[in-house]
């Protein structure tokens, strides 16, 4: 008996399961397919914040959500874009400019600091020098006994006795017989006024201590510095502070160091052209004239064309003492170290100073000197009496005003002189 074939389902029908519910027959084969609202597109890389990285997500793609499931913590979640949805476009954000590299923001402090090295180097060097010249010099200075333990007088006194001798250096020894200066000032720089250079003729009427009267510079043959100082000292009433000694061969070399020094020779009572055999001095005619150190020695020298005689040599050395204090003295010979060396090789060689007194004393001494010889400085010699004084024994002398000196001298001391030019001949 055949077996009765049971009737086909329809398409569609639902099969009836115990305890179950029907459901299409294609839905039980094809998998589920969740709804639009609730699919949630894959996490893409998170968004970059580095400089270039693109814009920003909209904030809302951050916080977006599955719904009907957990939230994920571990990044933002893309919506769904629907087609319906009009794509909006959004401006970029503002990018910052990348910073700059470390290496060149370092460039311009590594020059700075080079900059301050290369300073700092120049300004040891500046500051080096000098004091090593210092020290230097002060190794070469020739020292002699002089000063006396006279009670102080006002301002500082400097008494200089100079040799126009043709001999470089300075005064022969005082213990060779015969030894002698030609040239003695004073320059004396009081606590207030103007300083001053006198001239004190060496030939000046003088009583010299345990000696008896003479000419001043028999002081220095008959007992060397140390009576000199003695005799100059009863002479003025001032105390010596530092006493320097000068050879004017040597200031001729100083003179050609510098290169030439300016010197004036207009005085009324010389014949011109000048021709002084002794010294060796030519002039042609009153004026001025740069002159080389042998010049400059005739200069210093010259007596027998000079009316004045001693007077007249003296003030015309005081001018080249002048005319050299101002040429070492200029700004531009802080600029040659060679040139500096030799000058102060030069001149120490033509100094000798009294003990105690150094190279910061020689450098006051030049200053003096230019403030002496300046406009407002004084020049000349105490009052004179008599160029042609006789007193028997000792022949022809000059004579000071015994009395005007007594006060002059006072007025030195105090700075009560007035600038210019004081003292001289007689009558003058």
């Not at 017989?177 to 004190?200: C, E, K, N, Y």
Request: hydrophobic share 40%; glycine share 12%.
């Amino acid at each position: 008996m055949t077996p009765e074939t049971p009737p086909r389902r329809p398409s569609g029908a639902s099969r009836a399961r115990p305890g179950g519910s029907a459901r299409p027959a294609d839905d039980a084969r094809a998998p589920r397919r969740a709804p639009a609202s609730e699919r949630t597109v894959p996490p893409t890389r998170p968004p970059s914040f580095s400089p270039g990285g693109g814009a920003r997500r909209p904030a809302a793609a951050e916080d977006a959500i599955t719904v009907g499931r957990p939230q994920h913590p571990a990044g933002p979640v893309a919506p769904v874009r629907s087609s319906a949805q009009p794509r909006v476009s959004r401006p970029p954000e503002h990018v910052p400019a990348p910073a700059p590299r470390p290496e060149t923001a370092g460039r311009p402090r590594r020059r700075g600091r080079r900059a301050a090295g290369v300073l700092a180097f120049v300004l040891v060097l500046l500051l080096a020098w000098p004091i090593g010249l210092l020290i230097w010099a002060s190794g070469k200075i020739q020292h002699v006994e002089a000063l006396t333990t006279a009670p102080g007088t006002a301002g500082t006194t400097y008494l200089l006795a100079g040799s126009d001798s043709r001999a470089d250096g300075v005064i022969e020894d005082a213990e060779t017989l015969g030894a002698r200066t030609d040239t003695i000032m004073l320059l004396q720089v009081p606590s207030r006024g103007p300083a001053a250079l006198i001239s004190l003729p060496r030939d000046t009427f003088v009583d010299i201590p345990g000696q008896g009267p003479g000419k001043l510079n028999a002081s220095f043959s008959l007992g060397g510095a140390p009576l000199l100082v003695q005799t100059v000292e009863q002479l003025t009433g001032l105390r010596v502070d530092h006493y320097v000694e000068i050879g004017f061969g040597g200031v001729q070399h100083v003179v050609d160091a510098v290169g030439g020094v300016e010197l004036c020779l207009e005085d009324p009572n010389i014949a011109y052209p000048v021709d002084d055999q002794d010294s060796g001095l030519v002039w042609p005619a009153p004026g001025c004239q740069v002159v080389d150190g042998f010049t400059a020695l005739a200069f210093a020298r010259m007596r027998q064309s000079d009316p004045t005689g001693d007077i007249g040599r003296g003030l015309r050395q005081q001018q080249l003492i002048g005319a050299v204090t101002s040429a070492v003295s200029t700004p531009s010979l802080a600029l040659q170290p060679t040139k500096q060396v030799a000058l102060v090789d030069t001149g120490l060689g033509a100094l000798a100073v009294s003990e105690g007194s150094g190279i910061l004393d020689l450098g006051r001494l030049a200053l003096g000197f230019r403030a002496a010889t300046g406009p407002e400085g004084i020049r000349g010699t105490p009052p004179i009496l008599d160029t042609n004084y006789r007193p028997g024994g000792v022949g022809s002398t000059v004579r000071l005003d015994p009395d005007a000196t007594p006060a002059f001298f006072a007025d030195l001391a105090e700075g009560a002189l007035p600038p210019g030019t004081v003292g001289g001949m007689p009558g003058s």
